[in-house]
């Protein structure tokens, strides 16, 4: 049986919430939608530049749950820019 799922924490919500491709020949291929904690995680870990554990300890969750998180959202990112699909970016289990 799963343990009780924690909330994360995040700093603040983000002022974008949608982000497309632009072009010409731009297709309707889709939308990756990522969850505030998993746009936090990318923040944190690939913006500000804090290691691994500082992220868990800012978000108050473990470091395999921040790892996770953290994979999770750089696939559906690398899925959006190399499909040409948008993201947006709402839901998930946090509090400011």
């Known amino acids: 049986m799963p343990g009780r799922r924690r909330c994360r924490r995040v700093g603040w919500e983000p ?19 990522l969850s505030v904690d998993e746009y936090e995680a990318v923040r944190l ?11 868990a300890t800012m978000m108050e969750i473990s470091q395999p ?11 559906k990112v690398a899925d ?3 499909h040409g699909k948008a993201i947006r970016i709402e839901g998930g289990h946090y509090r400011l």
Do not use: Y
């Open 45 to 55: 870990k690939d913006l500000e530049g804090f290691d691994q554990a500082t992220c």
């Open 80 to 82: 959006a820019l190399t």
């Open 65 to 75: 749950t921040f790892h996770r998180l953290v994979t999770s959202a750089r696939r």
């Open 15 to 33: 002022a974008f919430t949608s982000f497309g491709p632009t072009g010409e020949d731009v297709r309707d291929s889709g939308t990756v939608v």
